[in-house]
């Protein structure tokens, strides 16, 4: 098993930079990828970054070039630094991590809000 626990959501002007973190414990020795995922109200939850264990990263068009995901060095970690924010960012954030059995785990999500 896999627990995920995000933070460092909030609210943050338009504009602003926020660092979104999440670390796992548990069987984390068989992950094959990490991402980050986002949910707004009245929407669907969609693919915002994701990292694979050989690095290759992946970005949703509309966070390409603001966004930028890493892993933690002992790999039991993921980032999301969010820069150029906009208030079509505001969501709640999840992380996911999946195994190379591909099994899927998801954190409790994280808010973040961008408003003036």
């Known amino acids: 098993q896999v627990q995920l626990v995000e933070s460092g959501g909030g609210l943050v002007q338009p504009g602003g930079s926020l660092r979104l973190s999440c670390a796992a414990s548990?069987?984390?020795?068989?992950?094959?990828?990490m991402g980050w995922y986002r949910q707004a109200p009245g929407k669907q939850r969609e693919l915002v970054a994701t990292?694979?264990?050989?690095?290759?990263?992946n970005y949703a068009d509309s966070v390409k070039g603001r966004f930028t995901i890493s892993r933690g060095g002992a790999k039991n970690s993921v980032y999301l630094q969010m820069n150029s924010l906009k208030p079509e960012d505001t969501a709640v954030y999840y992380c996911?991590?999946?195994?190379?059995?591909?099994?899927?785990?998801w954190g409790q999500g994280t808010q973040v809000t961008v408003s003036s």
């Open positions: 548990g069987n984390i020795f068989n992950i094959y990828a």
């Open positions: 990292i694979t264990s050989g690095d290759m990263t």
């Open positions: 996911q991590f999946v195994s190379w059995s591909a099994d899927v785990y």
